[in-house]
């Protein structure tokens, strides 16, 4: 790798506030807000409107579309027409 062309890569704690869960974790990312975090240092933070905690795809609460009975619904209402003419 050359030198001095790479950002720096250094510790980050990423906090998601709807669900109050944050993780600290390695990142080029950075910000001029801090936390003190659980082991008693300060790291930057950087706020996330999602994350696996408030995601409804990992919480569980994710919705199913059917898309099956909306294409039967549309070939109903407007009829199968196998091409044109």
């Keep these: 790798m ?3 062309i790479h950002p720096p890569y250094g510790p980050v704690v990423f906090r998601d506030k ?3 869960f944050a993780f600290l974790t390695r990142s080029t990312a950075t910000s001029d ?3 003190d975090w659980e082991d008693g240092n300060t790291y930057p933070v950087i706020d996330v409107e ?3 905690a408030s995601h409804p795809f ?3 609460t994710a919705r ?3 898309t099956a009975g909306r294409v039967e619904r549309f070939e ?3 009829g199968r027409h ?3 003419g």
């Design 58 to 60: 990992y919480t569980g």
């Design 64 to 66: 199913v579309l059917d």
């Design 76 to 78: 109903r209402r407007y």
């Design 82 to 84: 196998g091409g044109r």
């Design 18 to 20: 709807a669900a109050g």
């Design 50 to 52: 999602i994350s696996s």
């Design 2 to 4: 050359k030198p001095d």
């Design 33 to 35: 807000r801090t936390v």
